[in-house]
């Protein structure tokens, strides 16, 4: 466990915390004008390995070897050129903090950080992080990296989960959700939405599976695995053989097939680490998705057609109707994954970089 305390004065900026791995959707931005709500969980923060928020470069005005060096291989618009390491944690979690009024920003319905630091030491006015509760993006407070220092509190940190215990936790995230706007009153009417945590998800395995494909055909399990993949692999890809096979692998569940080429695997959410197969599997490349967003993938939970009358049957786990369906085709976050596809060295064949090159092309044709 530890707390972020002010590296210019040493008062105690935050509640005990844990760390775990960053969300695939911590920087997304879904939507005009819809209330997310908050990126982490209580208790918990998340580091950011890459420099984000201001100021901020045009990729006109940054060398190739700068960018290489930063592992981006592709254009994109911008790339930050603040100091990597951003601490990511609840807003309930701060402590001995205050808002700074001037830096409020031109936001539309909340604090969105675009001018830096918002938030300062209460002890001795260091600006020490940022907060975000700005509509179509997720609440959270980013602590500034060369503002605060960590400190060990309570001995060492709680061991991880193993894999094992994590299935057996059983802790999915749901494919759809009712989505509000901000602002809106407390009785004002929700629609059901794909999840934005499953789109960001989506966004950055898609980007490994175009790269596992080699510029071949891909083709992934029937059911809510090729809802969410195959119209944007086939809009993406060429057509005919010979054609790659993926696959769902992980704890809990078979082996994977040795003949599958590409394997959707889970991420480990407090250390990071990637699920890998034994044996002959482990040759195929691993496709990385949220562990919430592929347990529910490789182990559906089970609804019933209808609502149940009378006694609970046997195997029955839930009587109530399924969750609305979405009114449209699902569509992966087009900025996610972007910001995957341009991490991925294979980016720079002729046919991917194309695909980078013409997202908003692709955007607009419903694929994103």
Same mark, same amino acid.
């Given at each position: 466990m530890f707390v972020f305390a002010c590296a210019g004065c040493g008062a105690e900026l935050t509640t005990?915390?844990?760390q775990v791995t960053l969300p695939v959707h911590a920087h997304q931005k879904y939507g005009n004008g819809i209330q997310l709500p908050v990126l982490m969980e209580p208790g918990t923060f998340a580091v950011d390995p890459e420099p984000w928020g201001p100021p901020w470069r045009r990729w006109e005005e940054i060398p190739p070897d700068e960018a290489a060096a930063r592992g981006v291989y592709a254009p994109v618009y911008a790339l930050s050129d603040g100091a990597p390491g951003a601490i990511v944690i609840a807003p309930g979690d701060t402590r001995g903090t205050v808002l700074i009024p001037e830096k409020g920003g031109g936001a539309c319905c909340g604090l969105d950080g675009a001018e830096g630091p918002n938030m300062a030491c209460d002890a001795c006015g260091l600006p020490v992080a940022s907060r975000i509760d700005d509509c179509s993006l997720w609440q959270a407070v980013w602590l500034a990296p060369d503002a605060v220092c960590r400190l060990p509190v309570g001995g060492a940190d709680g061991v991880p989960l193993s894999w094992e215990e994590l299935m057996a936790e059983g802790k999915g995230t749901p494919p759809f959700e009712p989505i509000a706007r901000w602002g809106e009153r407390?009785?004002?009417?929700?629609?059901?939405s794909w999840s934005p945590q499953w789109e960001a998800a989506a966004g950055g395995a898609l980007a490994h599976l175009l790269a596992a494909s080699q510029g071949r055909p891909v083709t992934v399990p029937d059911g809510l695995i090729a809802e969410v993949f195959q119209r944007a692999l086939d809009a993406l890809l060429p057509a005919g053989p010979p054609v790659r096979r993926a696959v769902m692998a992980g704890? +809990? +569940?078979?082996?994977?097939d040795a003949n599958a080429d590409i394997l959707l695997v889970p991420v480990h959410p407090q250390t990071g680490e990637t699920w890998t197969p034994a044996g002959? %599997?482990?040759l195929a490349y691993t496709v990385p998705l949220p562990f919430g967003v592929w347990l529910w993938l490789a182990f559906p939970e089970p609804h019933l057609p209808v609502p149940v009358s009378g006694s609970?049957?046997? +195997?029955v786990l839930r009587d109530d109707p399924p %969750?609305?369906?979405?009114?449209?085709?699902?569509? %992966?976050?087009?900025e996610v994954f972007q910001h995957a596809l341009v991490r991925l060295?294979?980016?720079g064949s002729p046919w991917l970089h194309e695909i980078n090159e013409n997202l908003l092309q692709?955007?607009? %044709? +419903?694929?994103?």
């Open positions: 005990s915390l844990s407390p009785d004002s009417r929700r629609w059901w704890p +809990g +569940g078979p082996a994977p002959p %599997a482990a609970m049957p046997n +195997g %969750a609305p369906r979405p009114h449209r085709l699902f569509r %992966a976050d087009p060295p294979a980016v692709h955007r607009r %044709a +419903g694929l994103f």
